[in-house]
């Protein structure tokens, strides 16, 4: 598989523990900026760059998905270590 289907299998295992469908696309949105090659990760530029045509609706967005969307983020962790821990070598090297 490549990275961009990895990338989406991950953020489909981060959404099921979000609580509600509609907080996916802002946790994918979110995801997708800090992957990039930005020089800020800061919600402004990660909205211009996601979504370039609709930036002050993606920015809207991306900011509602972080500072005011209701999800655990105890729930978000541990959905990333179930992702994670399994996939670690703890053997000494």
């Known amino acids: 598989m490549n990275v961009a289907g990895r990338f989406e299998e991950y953020l489909e ?9 509609d907080r996916h696309e ?3 949105g979110y995801c997708t900026g800090l992957m990039l090659p930005l020089a800020r990760k ?5 909205a211009a760059r996601v979504g370039p045509v609709h930036a002050s609706a993606r920015h809207q967005s991306l900011h509602h ?3 005011k969307a209701e999800w655990s983020d105890e729930q978000m962790l541990r ?5 994670v821990v399994p996939k670690m070598d703890f053997s000494e090297g």
Not at 13 to 21: E, F, Q, V
């Open 13 to 21: 295992h981060l959404a099921s523990g979000l609580g509600h469908a």
């Open 26 to 28: 802002g946790l994918r």
């Open 42 to 46: 800061s919600i402004e530029p990660m």
């Open 65 to 67: 998905f972080v500072a």
């Open 79 to 83: 959905r990333v270590c179930q992702w």
